[in-house]
């Protein structure tokens, strides 16, 4: 039989096992789909829908996130909240680990969006932003400044998951990205917002011993 301590240890590393195996299923699933996602959005997506979508896009960017923060931290910082304080660094940290991750894979993956007519999908390192729909920045940034939020207070941050996957949603109306794109972008920046809070040890039972 088991010990205590070896089911103890055996129950994370099933879940992230778990974790993992969904995050390539999901993922292989949207590539499968890319193409059908993008010509049902086409044939479904009223200009209306678009036009408030390119709104949610731009104020969806890392800039508005990374204010949110920066005011969250400074308010923390007035009211003496060492946890908060704490908790709004680690979410501006992996806004912006996820905001780099994303600038480099772009860069180097080249993935045509789905709005530029060309016979190659992929092509390579690219400097022009045509060229750089894999992965969705604003949606990895999004997914990693929330989820990292979450990790901390899960009843203020689940409510506010839904941010990114407005924004994701956003991101395909307007022709930006593919389904893979998002997709993948969101797993990294759950990956990147994981990081972060392991790093500042951010999660609930750590924050409880931090003085609010």
């Known amino acids: 039989m088991k010990t205590e301590a070896e089911i103890t240890l055996a129950s994370p590393r099933k879940i992230w096992i778990a974790l993992v195996v969904t995050a390539v299923i999901a993922l292989i699933a949207a590539f499968l789909l890319d193409q059908a996602t993008a010509n049902w959005i086409t044939t479904y997506s009223s200009a209306e829908l678009k036009r408030v979508m390119r709104i949610v896009s ?23 909240s060492k946890a908060w304080m704490r908790i709004f660094l680690a979410m501006l940290i992996a806004l912006a680990l996820a905001g780099v991750t994303t600038r480099a894979i772009k860069i180097a993956t080249g993935r045509a969006r789905p709005s530029v007519k060309t016979e190659a999908q992929w092509n390579g390192p690219q400097f022009r932003s045509k060229f750089h729909a894999f992965p969705s920045g604003h949606t990895a940034s999004s997914t990693a400044f929330f989820v990292a939020l979450f990790l901390a207070r899960k009843k203020i941050g689940a409510p506010l998951l839904l941010i990114p996957i407005l ?25 990147c917002a994981l990081l972060v809070a392991h790093w500042l040890s951010i999660s609930d039972q750590q924050l409880n011993r931090v003085p609010l």
């Open 167 to 191: 924004i994701a949603l956003s991101r395909m109306i307007v022709g930006a990205h593919y389904l893979s794109d998002v997709t993948f972008a969101a797993i990294l920046g759950v990956i």
């Open 58 to 80: 731009r104020v969806g960017d890392w800039p508005a996130h990374a204010i949110a923060g920066a005011i969250g931290f400074a308010i923390a910082f007035v009211m003496g």
